[in-house]
C-alpha cells in the first residue's frame, strides 16, 4: 500500500483516434452462482425517495438500489468546463443545498460519433447520448454505506482513445463486479479530443500557461475526489485501483507518470493500450497555431477559442494532423516524460502491475479482410504490417506456425497483425520496463477465448475480455453470443476474481486461479485465459516475441 497519502452527426472513423495514436446468461447476469434477472433496467428501486444517500465535499447525493448494490450516476467531480473555463484546468464543483439525485448518469464529454470502422458486435461500448462540456461527473457502484468496511476502489477509465466514448455504457455498470467480490466501482468522464488535449501552453499567453493535458487533469481531479469522498461511500481511499482498457489503458500509464496523480492511487490494471510514446510540445503547437488560424484568432486574443462553437471545434479535430496532436503531451510539468519511454517513469515504481492484451486485438476493425489466405497472401500481409521483406515475413510466419500448430492462414495473418499493432510497441515494452525498475511486481495476461458471434469472425478481438471481468454477459450478447455457457462463467469467475484480488492485495493469485508468478525480462510469465481451463506459462511464445523484436529493430536501423 502507498503510504505516501492523499493530501486533502457521423463523422468518418479514424483508428488513430480511437487507439490515442500509440499503440463490454442466456436468461440474464449471474451473481456468484446464483441468477439475477435481465440487466436493460437493472433492477432498480424505482422509488427513489427512498434511496441511498451519501455525504459528499459539495453536497449530498440520493442514489438508487440496483438489487444489492448502492449506485449512483452524475455526481460532479468538477465544474462545468464549458465558457471562460474551456481549455483551463478543472475546478471543483459548485456545492448544493439539500440532497442531489444522482439516479441518472449526466452527459459524455463533447466527442464527434464514429460513422464507421468499428464491428457492429461493439454496441456494448456504444456512446450514443447526450453530450456537454459540463461533463466532469462520475458513476459509483458499492455494496455498502457507512458499514465500517474499507473495500478496495477501482476507479475505470473508458477506451475510446483520448477522443471519444464515456463511462456510461452499460457494460460499465459495476453491479455485478461489486456485488460479487466486495469492491467499489467508479467510472469518470471527463474532457476527450481537441477540448481535453488542444495545447494552449505554448501560445505564448499567459492565462494558459498551466492549460496542458487538462484531460488527464480531469482525471487527477476524479482521483482527488475519491480521496475525499469515497469513504461515505463504503471505500478504502488507501487502496485505490487505476484501471482501463485501450485509450483508458492509455490513462491509466499516462497517470503512472504524472506528478499530480502521485499518492492517489496505489495498483494499476493495463488492458490493450499503454503509453510508450507521447505528443512533443512542437508538434501539439503546431496543431493548436493551426486550429486558433482557422478561426482568424491572434495569439494576441487566444482567449477568444473560448467562444468557438462546440461543433466546430469537433470537425477541426477530425483532421489528420488533430487525430495525431490530441493525446497527452510531454510538457515538461504535468507530465514530465513519456511515462514509459525509455524507461519506467520513477513516480509510479512503487505501484504494482497488471496489463496485458487479447490474441486478435485487430478484429474490432469492421474492415478485416476475412478471406481465406494461401502462403502467398499471408506472406504479403506480414510483409505490410511488419515492414518486412520477403525472406524475412517467411521466417516470422514459420515461427508464428510452430507456436499456434492449429491456425489457419488467416489466424496467423490475424494474430501477427495484433502482436504488431498492440503487443510490442506497447505492451510487452512497457511491462518489460515497469519489471526492470524491481520495486513493485507487474502480472501479465493474454487473453485467448475466441467468441462463436458472426461465424466467429472476431475471435478475441479488442475488448473482448471486458465481458467477462464486469460479469455483464447478459448486455454484451452482441460480443459474446446468446449461449453463455458454464465454462464461459468459470472462465468470469477466474478473471473477475483475480483482477479484484489484485486491487485488494497488488497480487492477482486466488484460489480459483493457478499459480500466477510476477513478470520479469528473463522467465517473461503471464496467465493465458481461456476455456476450458486458464494456465500460466513462462514465455510461452519466445520464439514469436524474440523474431519480432529482431526485425522491429533490424527495420529500425534502416
Known sequence: MNSKRRNSDSVNFDRRLFLGGSAAVAAGLWMGSSFLSAPSAWAVDTDSSTGPIAETTAGKVRGRMEKKICAFRGIPYG??????????????????????????????????????GLVAEYAPMDWSGPMSEDCLHLNVWTPGLKDNRKRPVMLWLHGGGYARSSANSDL???????????????????????????????????????????????????LGWIRDNIANFGGDPNNVTIWGQSGGAGKVSTLMGMPAAKGLFDRA?????????????????????????????????VSAIQNVPQDQLLQMMLTREGGRALAPVVDGHTLPAIPFAPVASPLSADIPLLIGSNETEVTWNANTDYTPLDDAALRERVKKVGKINDGQADQLVAVYRKGFPKASDLDLALIIDSDYTFARPGIDLESERKAAQGKAPVYKYYFRWYSPVNGGHIRAMHT???????????????????????EMIALSDTMSQAWTTFARTGNPNHKGVPNWPAFDAQKQAMMIFNTPVSKAANDPYREQRLARQSFTTQQSKL
Open 172 to 222: 460499465y455498470n459495476g453491479t455485478n463486479l461489486g456485488t460479487s467480490h466486495d469492491v467499489v466501482v467508479v467510472g469518470a468522464n471527463h474532457r476527450l479530443n481537441i477540448f481535453g488535449y488542444l495545447y494552449l501552453a505554448g501560445t505564448g499567453d499567459p492565462r494558459y500557461a498551466q492549460s496542458s493535458n487538462v484531460g488527464m487533469l480531469d482525471i487527477v481531479a476524479a
Open 464 to 486: 473482448m475480455e471486458l465481458p467477462f471481468i464486469y460479469r455483464n454477459f447478459d448486455v454484451s450478447k452482441t460480443e459474446v453470443g446468446d449461449n453463455i455457457t458454464p
Open 79 to 116: 465544474a462545468s468546463t464549458d465558457g471562460a473555463a474551456r481549455f483551463l484546468p478543472p475546478s471543483k464543483p459548485q456545492p448544493w443545498t439539500g440532497v442531489r439525485d444522482a439516479l441518472e448518469v449526466a452527459p459524455k464529454a463533447p466527442q464527434a460519433r464514429a460513422g464507421g
Open 269 to 301: 490494471i493495463v488492458e490493450s493500450g499503454s503509453a510508450t510514446e507521447s505528443v512533443s510540445p512542437d508538434d501539439a503547437t503546431k496543431f493548436a497555431q493551426q486550429v486558433l488560424a482557422k478561426f482568424n484568432i491572434s495569439a494576441s486574443n
